[in-house]
Nanobody
């Protein structure tokens, strides 16, 4: 059974940093694009960062560009989202996604809550 397990969320003050990790099992990790989304209650889930298997053509949403960094370690089957200079508007539930859309594969984690507040 495919599992994506996120960790690293929590409460942080504005201007602080958090590092989210997503460990993936039971898929050919190296073939998948790894994505991070976030969602606030009552709003649509927002794609904030994407990293294809080739490591090129990274995508960042405008709201996080210059502050967040996505990376992957294929040997450890892990995707990481480093979040710096956090703002209260970054408060959301963050989800890891593994996608190989060419074959219709799309897997999600349960999410981890990030709260930015003083």
């Amino acid at each position: 059974q495919v599992q994506l397990v996120e960790s690293g969320g929590g409460l942080v003050q504005p201007g602080g940093s958090l590092r989210l990790s997503c460990v993936v099992s039971e898929i050919s990790f190296g073939e998948y694009t790894m994505n991070w989304y976030r969602q606030v209650p009552g709003k649509m889930r927002e794609l904030i960062a994407s990293l294809p298997p080739t490591g090129t053509n990274l995508y960042y949403g405008d709201s996080v560009k210059g502050r967040f960094t996505i990376s992957r370690d294929d040997d450890k089957r892990t995707a990481v989202l480093q979040m710096n200079k956090l703002k209260p508007e970054d408060t959301a539930r963050y989800y890891c996604n593994a996608a190989w859309l060419q074959f219709g594969y799309d897997h999600w984690g349960q999410g981890t809550q990030v709260t930015v507040s003083s």
